[in-house]
T-cell receptor, first 116, second 115 residues
């Protein structure tokens, strides 16, 4: 079974630009979550989508947005890029989502975004 | 204050030795606690998942323990190998987060195994 794929793997943008990252979950998985990872802050939760609906959102500004399509693929968009947005953006998929499940999350390799 | 704190920040051990990584958390109540391994430049991989009622969970040479009274977890690595060099991240899922994927991550422990 193919794993979680993310495209592109590397991206260089300049301040003020916008960027769209893509994530394809494992076949059959309906939940997709996005995370930002920086050396100073570690992994931080951005948002989670399930069946095309955003179920949870972390503490990030409105410049960060996402969506999920009917085939469970998800995209994340960052508008008006800032230097501090430079990070590894990770996507993770799982079968279902609920408050107490121990369903395993599978992470993709990430997209390394550099903002100049 | 971080709700999930890990120690040490980094660790160097010799191949074949054992080591223990610590995780202290304040998240309460919580649904489950996970340990992930993250190789450089790659996404995290799940090692163990424990619910609040479990005390220990093993995955090969990795054994995680949980003490809900003291709010501490540890990850013990036995007979370390060079491939164990990675960051190990402790993650706690709050009980009433409205969706389990609202996870709280520790900063990780960077382990280097030397020959």
């Amino acid at each position: 079974k193919a794993g979680v794929t993310q495209t592109p793997r590397y991206l260089i943008k300049t301040r003020g630009q916008q960027v769209t990252l893509s994530c394809s979950p494992i076949s059959g998985h309906r939940s997709v979550s996005w995370y930002q990872q920086t050396p100073g802050q570690g992994l931080q939760f951005l948002f989670e989508y399930f069946s095309e609906t955003q179920r949870n959102k972390g503490n990030f500004p409105g410049r960060f947005s996402g969506r999920q399509f009917s085939n469970s693929r998800s995209e994340m968009n960052v508008s008006t890029l800032e230097l501090g947005d430079s990070a590894l953006y990770l996507c993770a998929s799982s079968l279902v989502t609920s408050g107490t499940t121990t369903d395993t999350q599978y992470f993709g390799p990430g997209t390394r975004l550099t903002v100049l | 204050k971080n709700q999930v704190e890990q120690s040490p920040q980094s660790l160097i051990i010799l191949e074949g030795k054992n080591c223990t990584l610590q995780c202290n958390y304040t998240v309460s109540p919580f649904s489950n606690l996970r340990w992930y391994k993250q190789d450089t430049g790659r996404g995290p991989v799940s090692l163990t998942i424990m619910t609040f009622s479990e005390n220990t969970k093993s995955n090969g040479r990795y054994t995680a323990t949980l003490d809900a009274d003291t709010k501490q977890s540890s990850l013990h690595i036995t007979a370390s190998q060079l491939s164990d060099s990675a960051s190990y991240i402790c993650v706690v899922s709050p009980m009433f987060s409205g969706g389990y994927n609202k996870l709280i991550f520790g900063a990780g422990t960077r382990l280097a195994v030397h020959p």
